[in-house]
């Protein structure tokens, strides 16, 4: 985001002038020379997520002109192999989008340096040599970001190495290092994963990073919220009576049944994305629009929550796995039978839950959450239902119930706006109708969630990044809940819900009993 930040202890020597590019309506500010360090390179992320963002940042003159990239991997690699797979991979993503002369010209900033991660020797020997040298090639300065993009089994040795290397100082210059999710896959791994991040890297340093916040419309539930006086004073306990918050996908577990099935649905989506999107619907307006008061906010929420009754769980909290069906017209296998998968695998693919934010703004208001793999839609949707009117007083006139105030944030796709509320019929003299009034970005999005991430690092803005409280408060609030599920799963629960569906009938249940329904995928 190109917006103050926590930049408290930013010592950077290397700045020079801010330089703004023009895009859509929007001046942007292109960040000060420096390098991306992705370990990982030859990974699944950086081909199809880091790379095509750097070319289209590249592409609309974003990135600084002093900039180059070192992928670093375990493989042996020659250098050309190296720019020829990314370029590929590029062209695959934007077929029809993809600039030949932009392409050759990130291209000559890819560098390729095979490393083994444990060996810190290596580090201090070699990395450091190569990056002081293409450094000097490059004329970018000392601003370094390190782009963790490994499996998280290596993540330990790679930081503890860039710390015994000195390669984590700040010397003349910024260091940041992005660490991507899964950060840890319950609380007391999370802490570790922090305490080692802490004894290399300080805080300001840190960029957990979580794409959903640098979603154009995940940034604009702030902007809606505190920008606007009208809906501000409705939104607490006295006029809101549930929120709904659904990230649906329709895609299976693609190639990744590896980390799937050691992660499933509630570590994959819950402590990350879609407690961000809760924080972000129930926060307190913070002090001012800046990393640090923001994410101040964001932690109060997260201590709010009120923890499950482990023993009565079934009331709060509906997991299930896909079983085959169709999508889009085409079979697909179920969970089970996809490859990599376990035959008795008990990972869920779908959870939907009911959780309570104990404060003053929010006591008695439930947040229903749900996300699934291979249901009937991608949506990703944060609606807000307001309470009935006090007093009907056409309720003698009309035969069915009013539909009440509802205001959806679609964060994806057809990214947008719409409330609803009732309007009379022309015609008769009691008739009403729901009509909707809608905000459309209509593929005004300018920027990809992976540009804005790579940005924020360049220009040192952590708003968009998970702090340190933060991450050990989601985990400390789901670490008990996913012990229980984990200890208690049974083979012949699984699957409960066919590819295609809407998800298990026990989640409709869950908020149906509360005299509620979901709203429709
Ligand atoms: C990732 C999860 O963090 O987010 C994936 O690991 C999921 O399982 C993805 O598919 C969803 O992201 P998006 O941007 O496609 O909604």
Redesign the pocket.
Known sequence: MNLPSDKTADNSMCHVDPTYQKIGGCEIEIPNPCCLIIFGASGDLTKRKLVPALYRLHKNNLLPEKFFVLGVGRMEMHIDSFREDMLTAVKEIFPEDFNHAYGEELAAKLYYFPLDYSSSESYIKFLANQLSLLEAKHNTGRNRIFYLAIPPTVFEDVIVNLGNADLSREDGGRTHIVVE?PFGRDLKSAKRLNRILKKSFQEHQIYRID?YLAKETVQDIMMFRFANSIFEPLWNNKYIDHVQITVA?N?GIEQRAGYYEESGVIR??FPN?IFQLLALTAMEPPVKFDAGPVRDEKVKVFRSMRPFPLDGLGEYIVTGQYGAGKTNGNAVVGYREESGVSRQSTTPTFAAMKIFVDNWRWKGVPFYLRSGKRLSNKK?EISIQFKPVPHMMFSNLLNEPIEPNTLVLRV?PDEGINLLFQAKEPGSKVCLRPVIMDFSYQGEILLD?YEWVLLDCMHGDTMLSVREDAVEQTWAFLTPVIERLESTAQIGKFPNYAAGSSGPTEAALLIEKDGRGWRPL
Do not use: L, V
């Open positions: 999710k794409h996908e895609i994959d989506m994305h990703t994806q969630a």
